[in-house]
């Protein structure tokens, strides 16, 4: 593993499978969530393929262009035709579990390092530290 808390080819190879092949989702839509996800855009995405497999609709570029078409995160990467780059990408059924708990671990670290951050701040005297109150007397 890199010293990055992401991986945006896991994301992007991730959603490529799901988008080529609904019937992964199921692998997946058990543990993996949107907010699992660092790339704003993929979050999205991803939600959206839940939403569309919940309602029993395909969710392919086709289908959710109509959505992402005047997205601004999806402009910035260069377009609807985005979308159809990321089926391409797709990984293998086989890789498919292994890349959302790739993903699922990477959203760990970052919360944990985020609370980290935040009681090196308190001990260092950088944050204040807030007292609580259990109302005892």
Do not use: W
Request: negative net charge.
């Amino acid at each position: 593993m890199n010293g990055e808390l992401f991986s945006i080819e896991a994301e992007q190879q991730l959603l490529g499978s799901l988008l080529g092949d609904n019937a992964q989702i199921g692998k997946v839509a058990t543990f993996l969530k949107p907010d699992h996800f660092f790339d704003p855009l993929h979050a999205e995405i991803f939600g959206h393929v839940l939403r569309c497999e919940a309602e029993g609709l395909l969710a392919s570029p086709v289908t959710l262009k109509p959505i992402f078409q005047t997205h601004e995160g999806m402009a910035q990467a260069g377009g609807v035709g985005y979308l159809g780059k990321l089926v391409a990408m797709g990984a293998t059924r086989s890789a498919l579990r292994q890349f959302g708990e790739l993903i699922v671990d990477y959203a760990a670290r970052r919360s944990f390092n985020v609370e980290l951050e935040a009681a090196l701040g308190c001990a260092s005297g950088k944050y204040a530290v807030r007292r609580l109150e259990f109302g005892m007397e």
